[in-house]
């Protein structure tokens, strides 16, 4: 993104790893979103192992350490990682769940209406499908006629507030953000529009195949999601069959924070749901705004 700069994601934190409890226990598969890593979704790992579980969290292909060659890969390559990651922990583990955040819920929608056998259950962590804004709605003509727009430019970045400082830090870690030579080099970054049209295509696959899904999926929410909006969830809950709704007042997207709202509601729930699923011989399609 700026030369000699685009070092995020190198540290030990963002690789994929592994919470074992031996091969007689449930296994858990956790997907990350984007532009995450492992290291976003392992607290959540940690709760889940705590509770009995093997915990695994991958990495999608051009995330991590390859992040600088995210722009070139495909919806193709993230879900044959998934689908392979999936296979391994069935070969040692009897009840495998998918645990998906944002895109990578995307990606565990699809894997679970596809994949036989079946995963056991589908924990659904503030599901991407559709974004709101002009600019989503105008990607495939902006793919052929502006592959590679500045639209940064178009975005009023405000380099003093907390979270935009803290979204470039995780892709530049440590970059002057006060230097104005360097806000306007993030401003004028060419932003790869196949990249966005690639996790556009993974939002609209599982919208899609969601009523094929005939496994029991818990769906947890942020009221103040302003990425993936609450209404734009329950558009997505209602197509899935077998779905539980939870939404968690004050939270935003980000919540898999430990540090954040709701965290604890979060992971109890997540927790009670992985364990009552492999003993769940039948379900009841629900939708509700309230709390467990």
């Not at 858990?28 to 915990?55: K, M, N, V």
């Not at 709605?137 to 907390?162: E, G, T, V």
């Not at 005939?214 to 929410?221: G, L, P, S």
């Not at 430990?258 to 729930?269: E, K, R």
Request: charged share 20%; net charge neutral.
């Amino acid at each position: 993104m700026l030369p000699g700069q685009f070092t995020a994601f190198q540290t030990p934190e963002h690789q994929p790893f592994t919470l074992d409890r031996g091969g007689d226990s449930p296994a858990a598969l956790l997907i990350h979103g984007f532009p995450g890593s492992p290291a976003e979704i392992r607290p959540l790992a940690q709760a889940i192992h705590d509770a009995g579980w093997t915990a695994r969290g991958m990495l999608l292909p051009g995330f991590g350490a390859q992040i600088e060659t995210l722009p070139e890969r495909t919806i193709r390559e993230w879900l044959d990682a998934v689908r392979e990651e999936y296979f391994t922990l069935r070969q040692r583990h009897e009840t495998v769940a998918l645990v998906g955040y944002s895109m990578g819920a995307a990606l565990a929608i699809t894997l679970a209406a596809q994949v036989d056998p079946k995963p056991e259950a589908l924990v659904l962590l503030a599901p991407f499908w559709t974004l709101d804004g002009w600019l989503w709605k105008m990607l495939p003509a902006l793919r052929i006629l502006f592959p590679r727009p500045r639209l940064f430019r178009r975005m009023k970045l405000d380099f003093s507030k907390p979270e935009v400082r803290q979204g470039i830090w995780n892709f530049m870690p440590g970059v002057d953000l006060d230097d104005p030579q360097v806000q306007q080099a993030i401003r004028d970054y060419p932003l790869p529009v196949n990249m966005l049209a690639q996790i556009h295509r993974a939002g609209r696959l599982a919208y899609r195949l969601a009523p094929q899904v005939t496994i029991a999926a818990q769906v947890i929410q942020g009221e103040c999601d302003d990425l993936v909006h609450p209404a734009r969830t329950s558009q997505l809950v209602r197509r899935l069959p077998h779905a539980t709704y939870i939404t968690i007042p004050q939270a935003d997207h980000a919540l898999i924070d430990p540090m954040g709202v709701g965290w604890a509601q979060l992971w109890q729930a997540v927790i009670t749901f992985l364990d009552d699923s492999p003993q769940r011989t039948s379900v009841k399609s629900t939708l509700s705004g309230s709390n467990p």
